[in-house]
């Protein structure tokens, strides 16, 4: 691809990086805001639980399934292309939402605006590898990375606000002007980007087994149950929920192996697994799987704990927004020195560095937090923790780009966010199953004073124990997650500069 344009690349960036702002900024928004969706659309509960969490999750798989392909379609025909028709799929899910009559129409809007969103991600850091040159696009995926965490902390506040002054459907009618100014800015600005060397024909078979495989398996992961949504392990049942899942992983694994069989053997495939080969890029999507896996347990798990400390929901809801507030900020703050950091020292470093927070962070929470453990001190050690996420960033980012040959750098870029949300989603379920397993087998070691069950005492002590031992079960999923961590460093050893 040529590298000319006649707008400057810091320009183009922040074209790119307003795009990526409003979608994560939607990622998040519905959290705040779901209590009053339920209401306004009708939805019986508790019956109608199930069908209302396809709010979040048929946004989470539609966000996911899209990044492969609109990276592929971006190094084929053109990222201004596809980065405007991302914003366009963006406002027609955000016209439709606030007009949905029932549930189903409204998960029909979640989706169309997942797929645009989703699709503005992978294209945005193909865009920084087309625009900057190798040695600085590390400081502009800093920036970028900034300004996408700062979406997806900025979310939920916004919708709290929009619920107690306005209603949630201003989300969506303020989207529609937000998605026309990025539309137009896109069209004048991308105009130059660099065209394609040459299209290569779609692999329609691999793109079907991949994104059947993806859906299968974010089906599968989220039918294993969450943690948060039940309010603590004692609140849920004593056994699994029946679901489908085992169905739906073996549905996974073998659209995923035939994936591979066929990549392996067309001439055109869907994605090239020589990619792997590179020992940057094989490094850098698996460590930010990992990434992925113990970021979800820190935001889930922290809520948790201060719900158990707090009698008052409110109040509960408040300061565990406070404390992830304390992680989210130093990450999008690292994420930005973590660019510079990487410009100058590359890779390596500056991932070792991060994950070697994230070990000394989650270990410090493993350890010390208990029941009376003060909210300052899990903010400072929640600051550590989210200065090791800012920090990995921009460096794995970079690697994947940088690894990544021209015509590739659209799809490369999906896959490194896309092993992300998969580890996320790995890590939630295994965070239910695991955490539930053991809550169980120390829920019958709690010491409890002979006396009748519906004595006020014994039942202070059942509280307190139940408490207590979920305390526990918590900080040892953080103690797990460091173990990730260090797992996590020895496979930074293998990232080399370029």
């Given at each position: 691809?040529?590298?000319?344009?006649?707008?400057?690349?810091?320009?183009?960036?922040?074209?790119?990086?307003?795009?990526?702002?409003?979608?994560?900024?939607?990622?998040?928004?519905?959290?705040?805001?779901?209590?009053?969706?339920?209401?306004?659309?009708?939805?019986?509960?508790?019956?109608?639980?199930?069908?209302?969490?396809?709010?979040?999750?048929?946004?989470?798989?539609?966000?996911?399934?899209?990044?492969?392909?609109?990276?592929?379609?971006?190094?084929?025909?053109?990222?201004?292309?596809?980065?405007?028709?991302?914003?366009?799929?963006?406002?027609?899910?955000?016209?439709?939402?606030?007009?949905?009559?029932?549930?189903?129409?409204?998960?029909?809007?979640?989706?169309?605006?997942?797929?645009?969103?989703?699709?503005?991600?992978?294209?945005?850091?193909?865009?920084?590898?087309?625009?900057?040159?190798?040695?600085?696009?590390?400081?502009?995926?800093?920036?970028?990375?900034?300004?996408?965490?700062?979406?997806?902390?900025?979310?939920?506040?916004?919708g709290a606000l929009l619920v107690r002054y306005l209603s949630w459907q201003w989300q969506f009618y303020?989207?529609?002007?937000?998605?026309?100014?990025?539309?137009?800015?896109?069209?004048?600005?991308?105009?130059?980007?660099?065209?394609?060397?040459?299209?290569?024909?779609?692999?329609?078979?691999?793109?079907?087994?991949?994104?059947?495989?993806?859906?299968?398996?974010?089906?599968?992961?989220?039918?294993?149950?969450?943690?948060?949504?039940?309010?603590?392990?004692?609140?849920?049942?004593?056994?699994?929920?029946?679901?489908?899942?085992?169905?739906?992983?073996?549905?996974?694994?073998?659209?995923?192996?035939?994936?591979?069989?066929?990549?392996?053997?067309?001439?055109?495939?869907?994605?090239?697994?020589?990619?792997?080969?590179?020992?940057?890029?094989?490094?850098?999507?698996?460590?930010?799987?990992?990434?992925?896996?113990?970021?979800?347990?820190?935001?889930?798990?922290?809520?948790?704990?201060?719900?158990?400390?707090?009698?008052?929901?409110?109040?509960?809801?408040?300061?565990?927004?406070?404390?992830?507030?304390?992680?989210?900020?130093?990450?999008?703050?690292?994420?930005?020195?973590?660019?510079?950091?990487?410009?100058?020292?590359?890779?390596?470093?500056?991932?070792?560095?991060?994950?070697?927070?994230?070990?000394?962070?989650?270990?410090?929470?493993?350890?010390?937090?208990?029941?009376?453990?003060?909210?300052?001190?899990?903010?400072?050690?929640?600051?550590?923790?989210?200065?090791?996420?800012?920090?990995?960033?921009?460096?794995?980012?970079?690697?994947?780009?940088?690894?990544?040959?021209?015509?590739?750098?659209?799809?490369?870029?999906?896959?490194?966010?896309?092993?992300?949300?998969?580890?996320?989603?790995?890590?939630?379920?295994?965070?239910?199953?695991?955490?539930?397993?053991?809550?169980?087998?120390?829920?019958?070691?709690?010491?409890?004073?002979?006396?009748?069950?519906?004595?006020?005492?014994?039942?202070?002590?059942?509280?307190?124990?139940?408490?207590?031992?979920?305390?526990?079960?918590?900080?040892?999923?953080?103690?797990?997650?460091?173990?990730?961590?260090?797992?996590?460093?020895?496979?930074?050893?293998?990232?080399?500069?370029?």
């Amino acid at each position: 691809m040529s590298q000319t344009s006649r707008h400057s690349p810091r320009l183009i960036l922040a074209v790119v990086a307003f795009g990526v702002f409003v979608a994560a900024d939607d990622l998040t928004v519905v959290s705040t805001m779901l209590r009053q969706i339920i209401y306004d659309l009708e939805i019986p509960l508790p019956e109608g639980l199930n069908d209302a969490a396809w709010i979040v999750n048929a946004y989470l798989i539609a966000y996911v399934v899209v990044m492969p392909f609109v990276g592929k379609l971006s190094d084929m025909f053109g990222r201004r292309t596809v980065y405007i028709g991302a914003f366009t799929l963006f406002l027609l899910g955000s016209i439709w939402i606030p007009l949905a009559p029932n549930l189903t129409w409204f998960i029909v809007g979640r989706v169309v605006t997942a797929l645009g969103g989703g699709a503005m991600v992978p294209v945005a850091m193909a865009v920084i590898g087309d625009v900057y040159e190798p040695k600085k696009r590390a400081g502009a995926m800093g920036i970028l990375g900034t300004i996408d965490t700062a979406g997806w902390v900025w979310g939920p506040l916004y919708g709290a606000l929009l619920v107690r002054y306005l209603s949630w459907q201003w989300q969506f009618y303020l989207n529609i002007p937000l998605s026309l100014i990025g539309i137009a800015a896109a069209y004048i600005v991308l105009r130059d980007l660099p065209a394609p060397n040459k299209r290569i024909p779609l692999d329609w078979v691999g793109l079907a087994l991949l994104s059947t495989a993806l859906i299968a398996l974010n089906i599968a992961l989220l039918g294993s149950g969450d943690v948060s949504a039940a309010g603590g392990f004692a609140a849920l049942p004593t056994e699994q929920p029946t679901n489908n899942s085992p169905l739906y992983y073996g549905l996974a694994l073998v659209a995923f192996l035939i994936f591979l069989f066929r990549e392996r053997r067309t001439d055109t495939p869907f994605i090239d697994l020589s990619l792997f080969r590179n020992p940057n890029f094989s490094s850098a999507v698996l460590i930010n799987f990992f990434i992925g896996f113990i970021l979800i347990i820190a935001m889930v798990n922290v809520p948790l704990v201060v719900n158990l400390l707090e009698f008052n929901l409110e109040q509960a809801a408040l300061d565990s927004g406070k404390l992830l507030t304390a992680m989210t900020v130093a990450m999008a703050i690292m994420a930005y020195v973590g660019g510079q950091l990487t410009e100058r020292f590359s890779y390596r470093p500056t991932v070792l560095l991060g994950l070697l927070a994230a070990f000394i962070g989650f270990g410090l929470m493993g350890l010390t937090w208990e029941v009376t453990t003060p909210y300052n001190q899990m903010a400072w050690q929640l600051a550590i923790l989210g200065c090791g996420f800012g920090l990995v960033i921009s460096p794995i980012g970079t690697a994947v780009v940088n690894a990544a040959g021209d015509d590739e750098r659209g799809v490369a870029s999906s896959l490194v966010i896309v092993l992300r949300l998969m580890g996320m989603s790995v890590g939630l379920s295994g965070l239910t199953a695991w955490g539930l397993e053991r809550f169980n087998t120390l829920r019958t070691q709690i010491e409890l004073p002979d006396l009748p069950f519906f004595d006020p005492v014994y039942q202070q002590a059942l509280l307190d124990g139940l408490t207590q031992t979920t305390v526990y079960v918590l900080t040892e999923t953080f103690l797990i997650s460091a173990g990730v961590a260090l797992l996590a460093i020895l496979i930074s050893l293998r990232l080399r500069q370029d």
